[in-house]
């Protein structure tokens, strides 16, 4: 497919579950971005890989929460000790080049913590 | 002090209505100003944006943007019932690297 792709769409894990969220950008974009939406409000930006590296961490919540981007296409986000709070959609979205102003989102990843 | 505030709605038009949004924002140092459309269970995609001030017109759809009152506005002319969905305005931050969303105002234009 030409856009970008979120596995899997939805995702039920208990309470201090570990868990890897998946994202495939669109071939050729160099530059890919997480976002976390909770109920009711707009993404909030998590972190952003130019290539293979995090250029941009800083909405990582805290230390439970890490992503990679190994050869600079596909990145995995990935949560630890999953708490309840952690329930949202994780949106994923990239860009032909970082700063571009135009970011494609995938249909993002709905995870419920029980 | 959120940096992007935005009505939440809900907003209910007619069909044919001309639809008002809008959005405000803290810093004016902001030069980038977005809309994106997101359907209910889809990821949000952009519909337009404008640099720095001024207006930009795509079809029914035109944005403004305010400087002196750091004020963001969508208008949806003749609206569709296709247009029913949620209208998130975002800034771009970060050096270009980040969008900071408002939360979104949910739209509904019935037949």
């Known amino acids: 497919g030409a856009g970008v792709s979120q596995t899997p769409s939805n995702k039920v894990t208990e309470k201090g579950k570990y868990v890897e969220l998946r994202c495939d950008p669109i071939?050729?974009?160099?530059?890919l971005y997480w976002y976390r939406q909770s109920l009711g409000q707009g993404p909030e930006f998590l972190i952003y890989?130019?290539?293979?590296?995090?250029?941009?961490d800083s909405g990582l919540p805290n230390d439970r929460f890490f992503a990679v981007r190994p050869e600079g296409s596909v990145s995995t986000l990935k949560i630890q000790r999953t708490e309840r709070g952690d329930s949202a959609v994780y949106l994923c979205?990239?860009?032909?080049?970082?700063?571009?102003?135009?970011?494609?989102f995938g249909q993002g990843t709905r995870l419920t913590v029980v | 002090q959120k940096e992007v505030e935005q009505d939440p709605g809900p907003l209910s038009v007619p069909e044919g209505a001309i639809v008002s949004l809008n959005c405000t924002y803290s810093?004016?140092?902001?030069?980038?100003f977005m809309w994106y459309r997101q359907y209910s269970r889809k990821g949000p995609e952009l519909l337009m944006y404008?640099?720095?001030?001024g207006n930009k017109e795509d079809g029914r759809f035109t944005a403004q943007v305010d400087k002196s009152s750091k004020y963001i506005s969508l208008f949806i002319r003749d609206s569709q019932p296709s247009d029913s969905a949620t209208y998130l305005c975002?800034?771009?931050?970060?050096?270009?690297?980040?969008?900071?969303f408002g939360t979104g105002t949910q739209l509904k234009v019935e037949l």
């Open positions: 071939s050729g974009h160099t530059a």
């Open positions: 975002a800034i771009l931050t970060g050096g270009g690297n980040k969008l900071t």
């Open positions: 810093n004016s140092a902001f030069q980038y």
């Open positions: 404008t640099y720095s001030s």
């Open positions: 979205a990239s860009s032909l080049t970082p700063g571009d102003t135009e970011a494609f």
């Open positions: 890989f130019q290539g293979t590296g995090a250029a941009d």
